[in-house]
């Protein structure tokens, strides 16, 4: 049962250009969602996060929207830049035993590739 | 200079041993996360701890034992119940009060 789904395994986009990447969800529990960008061999960095009571977060050149009622998320990176070639995780967390420290469901990933 | 360190980086055995993989961090995080990533796919959640002491098995612990002797360490041993060990292994750590973890290098397990 996946419940946060990447369904684009992969994304290419022109230099310069703006770059989405999508995410959806079906565990209504979930209540914060965060982006996370992986190169081959590393681990994940911690890119943007975003609370289920904000629809929008904004980070300089990312931003991440949120549509609760479509248990929807995007990934905007503008502009797009050849370093931000790499794999793009999105995951969520759901409220755990009263505390904050929320397990991670991650999606698959998707591959973004920004060309010069 | 804070952070979470794993090693080795990379990590060859055969088939049938233990192997433990060490993860190490000084955020002064009380959780840490054991995950493991095979190609193509997001990253599973193996174990993780809140608190020294004390661990939970996440969504595929199996063939997989922890430790939390010390609030920085969190060491994950593959045992040879585990039926496909080789894969990238991560770990992570998150703060008190927080959702955002934040991962080490990981390392890299083939078992021959």
């Known amino acids: 049962d996946q419940q946060v789904k990447q369904n684009s395994p992969s994304l290419s986009v022109q230099e310069g250009r703006i770059s989405i990447l999508n995410c959806d969800y079906t565990?209504?529990?979930?209540?914060?969602f965060l982006w996370y960008k992986k190169y081959p061999a590393e681990g994940p960095t911690f890119l943007i996060s975003i609370s289920s009571i904000k629809d929008k977060n904004e980070d300089g050149r990312f931003t991440v929207f949120l549509n609760k009622s479509a248990k929807h998320l995007s990934l905007h990176i503008v502009p797009s830049q050849p370093g931000d070639s790499a794999v793009y995780f999105c995951?969520?967390?759901?409220?755990?035993?009263?505390?904050?420290?929320?397990?991670?469901?991650f999606g698959q990933g998707t591959i973004l590739t920004v060309h010069p | 200079d804070g952070g979470i360190t794993q090693s080795p980086k990379y990590l060859f055995r055969k088939e049938g041993q233990n192997v433990t993989l060490s993860c190490e961090q000084n955020?002064?995080?009380?959780?840490m996360y054991w995950y493991r990533q095979d190609p193509g796919q997001g990253l599973r959640l193996i174990y993780y701890?809140?608190?020294?002491?004390?661990?939970q098995k996440g969504d595929i612990a199996e063939g997989y034992s922890v430790s939390r002797e010390k609030k920085e360490s969190f060491p994950l041993t593959v045992t040879s119940a585990q039926k496909n060990p080789t894969a990238f292994y991560l770990c992570?750590?998150?703060?008190?009060?927080?959702?955002?973890?934040?991962f080490g290098p990981g390392t890299r397990l083939t078992v021959l």
């Open positions: 701890s809140q608190i020294v002491n004390d661990f």
């Open positions: 995951a969520a967390s759901a409220p755990y035993g009263g505390t904050s420290y929320g397990k991670l469901t």
């Open positions: 565990n209504s529990m979930f209540d914060y």
């Open positions: 955020l002064n995080h009380d959780a």
């Open positions: 992570a750590s998150a703060g008190q009060m927080s959702d955002t973890q934040y």
